[in-house]
Structure formats: structure tokens, C-alpha cells
């Protein structure tokens, strides 16, 4: 098999048409299952009793639970990782830009004005189609370089100022937001292996070729097209967990969203309303 075609067609092609594929597939696998039932009747001596075909049929469903289960376990704990890593994400910055407001100007607003135009471009990334991730990425890096060149100026800055305790958490914070950055890239590449899926659709076709070989009048096969309509249902859930960005179950950016909420609607002025209030010094 074309791995890199099948790979390809599991992460681009719309749910829809694979779900379409699949249940094409598997009606024609028990037709031919159908079709080798009817040949092997006629050729049946008579008096030949049937096989023990019952007992076939459930332990071919029961490794098919099994490892649908398995699939499904691996895609729902990516998901997962990758809504918890923006909520992470989302406290990172927020801390980030909190502790930037105790910094001296120019560079509080200098980060501040870098933290924000960060946070639009991380949801407007996370929500990116494939296609459209390039642009989005660079100005991602870009911003990160200057971020971490603005925090070197400002520490030396807070360094001059002896207040190294600050220094060393704020340097913490910034570090821990870049970090996450990296561990949402690594998060978006982390799916499913293809082999897997690969592995599943052949024994789900099989399967179906098993109950039109076993399944017999118009109530069996009505069955085993129910049966099937309800395998392709499973299967498409898990390859839309698998999906990041196409599918539609994506994780949620809320967030970020409201991180990015707070931070425009609290420049860097609003932190100086007690220090205005404060009297000057004698």
C-alpha cells in the first residue's frame, strides 16, 4: 500500500468522502461475501452441515471492537493533549504579559505591544487550514525572536536595577510561553499512526465481507448494512479526533480567546492607575 497516499488521503480529503469510500468499500466486500455464500450452497453436498460460521462472526466482531477501541483511545488522548496545551498555553501568556507591566519603559510597552500581536496571530494559527498555516508560522517565529530579543534588553535593564529575583521569574515566564509553542507544534504532528488506520480499514472491509458471507435472507442483510452503517459512523469519528484543523472536532481556542480579550482590553495604562494616584516622592 501507498502509505504516503493513504496518509494523505486520511488528513486532506473531506470526512464525507471518506466515510463515502469506506461504506462503498465494505458494501462490495459483502456483496462478494454474498456471492461466495451462493456458490458454496450450490456446491454444498447434501446432508453437509454448516459450519461453526456463529462463532466466527463474534470473534471476528470482538477483534474488531478491540481494536477500534484501541484506535479511538489513541486519537481522544491527542485530542486531548492538544486542548490541554492551549489552555497552558493561554495561562503562559496572560502570566507573561502581567509580569511584563512591572518592567520600566520603553520596554514594557514594547513587550506588551509584541505579547498582543502574539496572542492574534497564535488563534489565528490554531485555527488555520492546512494550506494556510505558512504565513501564519513565519510571522509566529518572527515574533518570538523579537520577543526574546526584547526580553534580553529588558533584563538588562532590571539587572542594572539589582532586582534579580524579578529577573529570573520573569525570564521563567517568558521561556515557558516560548516552550509551549514548540509543544503545540509537536502536538499538531502527534496523530494516529497511519499503519494503524491502514490496519483498521482492511479488517473493517473484512468484516464486512465475513457478515454477507454468513448473514443470510433480507433481515440478515439489512442487518449487516445496519451493522456497517454504524462501523463507518465509528471509523469517521476517529479520523475526524485525528484531524486538528479539518475536522470537526478541533480543540477549543477559548482560551486564548479570552486571554486575548483581557489583554486588549487592558493596555499597559491601565496598571499604572495607583502609581498616577500614588504622591511623588519627597
Same mark, same amino acid.
Given at each position: 500500500?501507498?502509505?504516503?497516499?493513504?496518509?494523505?488521503?486520511?488528513?486532506? !480529503?473531506?470526512?464525507?468522502?471518506?466515510?463515502? =469510500?469506506?461504506?462503498?468499500?465494505?458494501?462490495? %466486500?459483502?456483496?462478494?461475501?454474498?456471492?461466495?455464500?451462493?456458490?458454496?450452497?450450490?456446491?454444498?453436498?447434501?446432508? /453437509?452441515?454448516?459450519?461453526?460460521?456463529?462463532?466466527?462472526?463474534?470473534?471476528?466482531?470482538?477483534?474488531?471492537?478491540?481494536?477500534?477501541?484501541?484506535?479511538?483511545?489513541? =486519537?481522544?488522548?491527542?485530542? /486531548?493533549a492538544?486542548?490541554?496545551?492551549? #489552555?497552558?498555553? =493561554?495561562?503562559?501568556?496572560?502570566? +507573561?504579559?502581567?509580569?511584563?507591566?512591572?518592567? +520600566? /519603559?520603553?520596554?514594557?510597552?514594547?513587550?506588551?505591544?509584541? #505579547?498582543?500581536?502574539?496572542?492574534d496571530?497564535?488563534?489565528?494559527?490554531?485555527? =488555520?487550514?492546512?494550506?494556510?498555516? %505558512?504565513?501564519?508560522?513565519?510571522?509566529?517565529?518572527? $515574533?518570538?525572536?523579537?520577543?526574546?530579543? %526584547?526580553?534580553?534588553?529588558?533584563?538588562?535593564?532590571?539587572?542594572?536595577?539589582?532586582?534579580?529575583?524579578?529577573?529570573?521569574?520573569?525570564?521563567?515566564?517568558?521561556? /515557558?510561553?516560548?516552550?509551549?509553542?514548540?509543544?503545540?507544534? %509537536?502536538?499538531?504532528l502527534?496523530?494516529?499512526?497511519?499503519?494503524?488506520?491502514?490496519?483498521?480499514?482492511?479488517?473493517?472491509?473484512?468484516?464486512?465481507?465475513?457478515?454477507?458471507y454468513?448473514?443470510?435472507?433480507?433481515?440478515?442483510?439489512?442487518?449487516?448494512?445496519?451493522?456497517? $452503517? #454504524? #462501523? +463507518?459512523?465509528?471509523l469517521? $469519528?476517529?479520523?475526524?479526533?485525528?484531524?486538528? !484543523?479539518?475536522?470537526?472536532?478541533?480543540?477549543?481556542?477559548?482560551a486564548?480567546?479570552?486571554?486575548?480579550?483581557?489583554?486588549?482590553?487592558?493596555?499597559p495604562?491601565?496598571?499604572?492607575?495607583?502609581?498616577?494616584?500614588?504622591?511623588?516622592?519627597?
Amino acid at each position: 500500500m501507498d502509505w504516503p497516499w493513504f496518509q494523505s488521503f486520511l488528513a486532506s !480529503t473531506p470526512l464525507e468522502w471518506v466515510a463515502l =469510500a469506506l461504506f462503498g468499500a465494505m458494501c462490495a %466486500a459483502a456483496a462478494i461475501g454474498v456471492a461466495l455464500k451462493a456458490r458454496r450452497e450450490r456446491r454444498r453436498a447434501p446432508g /453437509e452441515a454448516d459450519g461453526q460460521e456463529g462463532y466466527i462472526v463474534s470473534a471476528v466482531l470482538g477483534l474488531l471492537a478491540l481494536l477500534m477501541g484501541f484506535t479511538f483511545s489513541l =486519537a481522544v488522548d491527542r485530542f /486531548e493533549a492538544r486542548r490541554m496545551l492551549a #489552555l497552558q498555553e =493561554a495561562n503562559a501568556i496572560g502570566t +507573561t504579559y502581567l509580569r511584563s507591566q512591572l518592567l +520600566t /519603559e520603553p520596554h514594557r510597552s514594547r513587550m506588551s505591544d509584541l #505579547l498582543l500581536r502574539y496572542v492574534d496571530n497564535r488563534i489565528l494559527l490554531a485555527k =488555520a487550514k492546512p494550506d494556510e498555516v %505558512a504565513p501564519y508560522l513565519a510571522v509566529n517565529d518572527a $515574533l518570538i525572536v523579537d520577543m526574546w530579543a %526584547a526580553s534580553s534588553a529588558a533584563f538588562d535593564a532590571v539587572k542594572a536595577r539589582d532586582f534579580s529575583d524579578f529577573s529570573s521569574i520573569y525570564l521563567t515566564s517568558v521561556n /515557558e510561553m516560548i516552550d509551549m509553542d514548540t509543544s503545540r507544534k %509537536a502536538a499538531r504532528l502527534a496523530r494516529v499512526p497511519t499503519e494503524v488506520f491502514a490496519v483498521l480499514f482492511i479488517y473493517l472491509i473484512t468484516t464486512a465481507g465475513v457478515l454477507g458471507y454468513v448473514l443470510r435472507g433480507v433481515r440478515g442483510r439489512l442487518a449487516a448494512g445496519f451493522l456497517m $452503517l #454504524l #462501523l +463507518t459512523l465509528s471509523l469517521s $469519528l476517529i479520523v475526524d479526533l485525528n484531524r486538528p !484543523t479539518l475536522g470537526l472536532i478541533v480543540e477549543s481556542q477559548w482560551a486564548l480567546e479570552t486571554t486575548q480579550q483581557f489583554m486588549h482590553a487592558n493596555p499597559p495604562a491601565t496598571f499604572d492607575r495607583w502609581r498616577q494616584a500614588a504622591p511623588a516622592s519627597p
